[in-house]
């Protein structure tokens, strides 16, 4: 089966600023896929490209097997990260009008807004304008416009900026629905908490150049340092002191190791349960943040922008 989105050696220069350099990823069908990086890596650009809203000075798009057309494009959800809404019309008329541009007939696109109109709280807002709606109600609009045509592919830019953990909430299990129907969400974000609870695939970006790709529980097992949380009752100098042990910090009521290089760990439980009697032991994933940074000190970079 062709790939939903595959880029292949894709650049990107402003000026004398290369904002993607070199990029290469391939998007599954059905996975949520996070395009992951501080702001400023080149994420943005990469989705415009992949939208043709911008065109690639050099390398290969492909969206469900071809190049970009107008009729790819209206299998696909677009949320921009600078919201697009014209703001001197009525929320319901602007619905209906988006709608009607991805060719949806005006039946069913009145019964989608009416549903989404009642999950996100916004009946009392239809005949207002844009421009008198905050931020936020805003946000709900252009996400309902963004899926009103039932897409293949969702491509969501920073889809949570501007609403409150409500209606965060509900858009997240639109998004699980969505992909429990075999469909394909790539959206990108700074925010790697969010992105390590919502993502099969992601694509780490640094400096305008990839850093790291893949499936998020691979990169976990492969960049797990041997992490063990111990539920036991010693002193801090005692767990330090260990055969085996790396480093150590209390945490939880235990203590949280990181095992030297080459240590086996049944062979250090076994140590470990001659001292001290264990009251348990967990193995603890390196977080997505984590991988992050050992992935850019792998890559020689400092990485200095900002990531939550």
């Known amino acids: 089966m062709t790939a939903a989105i595959e880029l292949e050696n894709v650049s990107k220069i402003f000026g004398k600023f290369p904002a993607v350099d070199s990029l290469s990823f391939r998007v ?10 501080p702001n400023g890596a080149g994420k943005t650009t990469t989705i415009r490209m992949i939208m043709n809203i911008t065109a690639a000075d050099s390398g290969e798009i492909r969206v469900l097997g071809n190049p970009m057309t107008r009729e790819t494009q209206n299998r696909i959800g677009y949320l921009p990260e600078e919201r697009g809404l014209y703001r001197k019309m009525k929320v319901l008329d602007h619905l209906l009008f988006l709608a009607a ?74 998004l699980s629905d969505f992909r429990q129907r075999g469909k394909t969400i790539v959206f990108s974000t700074h925010v790697l908490e969010q992105a390590e609870k919502l993502c099969d695939e992601i694509c780490l970006l640094a400096r305008s150049k990839k850093i790291l790709e893949g499936n998020l529980r691979d990169l976990k097992r492969r960049f797990s340092k041997d992490m063990l949380h111990l539920a036991v009752d010693a002193e801090p100098s005692e767990i330090a002191s260990l055969p085996g042990v790396a480093t150590s910090q209390p945490v939880n009521g235990g203590y949280l190791v990181v095992l030297a290089p080459g240590m086996d760990q049944r062979e250090f439980l076994r140590r470990t349960l001659e001292r001290h009697p264990l009251r348990g032991f967990s193995a603890r994933e390196p977080e997505l943040e984590e991988i992050y940074l050992d992935a850019v000190k792998a890559a020689g970079m400092e990485e200095t922008r900002t990531i939550e």
């Open 28 to 37: 599954p069908r059905g996975v949520v896929f996070g395009l992951l990086g």
């Open 101 to 174: 541009i991805k060719e949806v007939s005006r039946e069913d696109a009145r019964r989608r807004i009416g549903d989404w109109v009642e999950k996100l709280e916004l009946k009392p807002w239809l005949k207002k304008k844009v421009d008198e709606l905050s931020k936020g109600m805003q946000q709900k609009v252009q996400f309902i416009a963004t899926v009103v045509h039932d897409p293949e592919i969702l491509i969501l830019d920073e889809p949570f900026s501007g609403l409150d953990p409500i209606n965060t909430a509900i858009i997240k299990e639109y």
